[in-house]
């Protein structure tokens, strides 16, 4: 799910007319060390939302169960970039798949909430549903509390009001829904229509996000041992001859050689040749 740590550090990339940052990307251990501090279920949900999912945080507080289908595993979402474009007729839905292995996960999590309209229930104190940017400020406070508890809470920048940007949020999840899409082979106009981006160049981050899994992994591919190569290991065959068999090797190679000279010069039969080779002149 993660990459290497080594290879997190935001550094600025370029996209035509564009220069943005890299985000930070926390790793698997990371992520399973932040759950098992999370005490709420409804941001524990919301975290696996945004993983595996690739939902925006306002997204999944929007979600509402009529909108999930779990017979075909699909989930209708409302673009909540801007939820005020909703009400003028603007918003972007987009159909988005469960993968069937999470499926007994959401199917899970509907029975522990079945009287509920939306997906990520809440009842403030006067018996209604707070507003939606007031839940999603809550809901980026409580995380960081947990991020906190798992030492993961780190500031990466202020923002111009002076209040500190963490490196890890909820969107920080997203990014790995993302970079995991593109991981397992999928094209970038598959990644936006996933993730809901209004054009390509926002989803191109993915690209620069798995380099280095690219160059790590043709590192590991051409680090071959050699006793790998497919080349099996011809054992060495040490032969030693003391002097006296070398004189009688030689004794035999000269006798045989001048019974070929005999064949050949008096013309002599196979036959008649053996006969010769049979004397005692020519017995070794």
Not at 141 to 150: D, G, S
Not at 249 to 268: P, V
Request: contains cysteine.
């Amino acid at each position: 799910m993660g990459i290497n740590p080594a290879y997190l550090r935001p550094v600025n990339y370029e996209i035509p007319g564009k220069k943005k940052k890299l985000p930070y990307l926390p790793s698997k251990e990371e992520i399973l060390k932040l759950l098992s501090y999370i005490k709420d279920v409804r941001i524990g949900f919301t975290v696996f939302a945004c993983c595996f999912q690739g939902i925006r945080l306002g997204e999944v507080i929007s979600l509402k169960w009529k909108d999930v289908n779990l017979q075909y595993g699909e989930l209708k979402v409302v673009d909540g970039k801007n939820p005020r474009r909703k009400k003028s007729g603007y918003g972007k839905g987009r159909i988005v798949p469960i993968n069937k292995m999470f499926i007994p996960i959401w199917t899970a999590w509907n029975a522990m909430n079945p009287e509920e309209e939306y997906v990520i229930p809440d009842v403030s104190h006067n018996g209604k549903r707070a507003p939606h940017a007031t839940l999603i400020r809550r809901f980026q406070k409580r995380l960081n509390v947990y991020l906190e508890k798992a030492d993961l809470l780190e500031v990466e920048s202020l923002q111009s009001n002076g209040t500190p940007r963490y490196n890890y949020h909820f969107h920080t999840f997203r990014h790995v829904c993302g970079a995991n899409l593109r991981r397992a082979g999928m094209s970038l106009e598959n990644i936006r229509d996933f993730l809901g981006h209004a054009d390509v160049d926002s989803t191109q981050i993915y690209t620069q996000l798995t380099k280095e899994d690219i160059k790590e992994a043709s590192h590991v591919a051409y680090a071959y041992p050699k006793s790998h190569l497919g080349m099996q290991k011809i054992p060495q065959v040490e032969v030693t001859m003391d002097a006296e068999t070398l004189m009688l090797q030689r004794e035999i190679l000269d006798r045989k050689l001048e019974l070929a000279k005999i064949q050949m010069n008096a013309g002599y039969t196979r036959m008649e040749v053996e006969q010769i080779e049979s004397t005692p002149q020519y017995q070794i």
